[in-house]
Every structure is written in structure tokens, then in C-alpha cells.
């Protein structure tokens, strides 16, 4: 049988510590986002939250599908799971009470007050989920000239160090032999 190397073996265990940490991480920002009350921007329109291991392993800059790895199937994958019913169940108790109200109409369909206060609460939240999508449309689009700047300076590099190449092809050095002084009268 043959030894994986050390080394190598030693680079896959920290890909997995930093796969782990960076979830973590992300659990820990969408605990944040629940105190600050930022996780309301994660609702569906009935107030419900929507968020999966997926949105997790994304959240964590990971690729969607990351949990789904043989190797985090099973552990990190349940653990995030888990993290996730615990996050709806304090959701349901922080903030439940208003997604509930918003759906309750009154008698003989006119609106009670308390499901006018939550329906405002609720176009407030896509108001500003509007604002979040238009700055976050601004700043992909200055993303992309500077990245289009970069792109064309790249370019230009290259071509000049071809260029150099070009020159220095051309014109090879010369060695040129030093002889001392006292060589110089000898020949």
C-alpha cells in the first residue's frame, strides 16, 4: 500500500480546516444579520425565511454544491442543517409575530390595523431590497470597467514585453575581452 505524502496530505487537511472556518464564518454573519434584524432581507413575500445550505456554502464563498462533497456530506453539511432549523425557529420567535399579522385580514375585508402596520413593514423591506438590488447592479457595473482597464493593461504589458523580447533578440551582446594595461603592450 502506498503513504500519500506528508505534505500533501497536510495541504488537503488545511483546504478542510479553511472550508469549515469559512462556514462558520457564515453562520456567524447570518447570526449577526438576525440580531441586527438584516435577515428579514432573506424572506420569500409571506415573511418565511429562505435560506438552505446552499445560501450557507455561497454566504461562506464557497461554491453552491460545496456541502454535498463526499467529505462534508456527512458532518458539516448536517451541522449547518441543524444551524439552520435552530436560526428558523428563532426567527419564528423574534420576528414571527409580524409575518403573521401581515396575513391576518379583517372581518368583511377591510384591513385591521395590525395588518396594515405589518403590510407597510413589508414594503419597506422590498423598497429597500430595490435599493440593495439597484446599488448592487451599480457597483457589478464599475466592477466590470475596471476589470475591462485591467484587461486592456494586461494587454499592453504583454505586447511590450514581447516587444523587449523582440529587441533583445535583435541585438545580442558583445563579450569583449579586458586585457590589463600591461597585456595591451604585449600583443
Not at 505534505?7 to 449577526?32: P, Y
Request: proline share 2%; hydrophobic share 40%.
Amino acid at each position: 500500500m502506498t503513504r500519500i505524502n506528508r505534505g500533501l496530505s497536510k495541504h488537503a487537511l488545511g483546504r478542510t480546516v479553511a472550508a469549515v472556518a469559512d462556514i462558520e464564518r457564515a453562520k456567524a454573519i447570518l447570526k449577526r444579520e438576525m440580531i441586527t434584524g438584516e435577515i428579514k432581507l432573506r424572506c420569500d413575500d409571506k415573511g418565511g425565511l429562505l435560506l438552505t445550505h446552499k445560501d450557507v456554502s455561497v454566504l461562506a464563498g464557497r461554491h453552491w454544491n460545496f456541502l454535498n462533497a463526499l467529505k462534508h456530506k456527512e458532518t458539516t453539511k448536517i451541522d449547518v442543517e441543524d444551524f439552520l432549523l435552530d436560526l428558523r425557529k428563532e426567527f419564528l420567535e423574534l420576528y414571527g409575530q409580524h409575518s403573521k399579522i401581515s396575513s391576518v385580514s379583517a372581518i368583511n375585508g377591510v384591513p385591521s390595523a395590525a395588518a396594515t402596520e405589518g403590510t407597510n413593514e413589508l414594503d419597506l423591506m422590498k423598497a429597500e431590497l430595490e435599493m440593495v438590488k439597484g446599488e448592487l447592479a451599480e457597483l457589478k457595473a464599475r466592477h466590470d470597467r475596471v476589470a475591462s482597464h485591467i484587461h486592456s493593461w494586461a494587454l499592453q504589458l504583454r505586447s511590450a514585453r514581447g516587444e523587449i523580447r523582440l529587441l533583445r533578440s535583435e541585438k545580442t551582446p558583445k563579450v569583449v575581452p579586458l586585457m590589463s594595461p600591461s597585456q595591451k603592450g604585449k600583443t
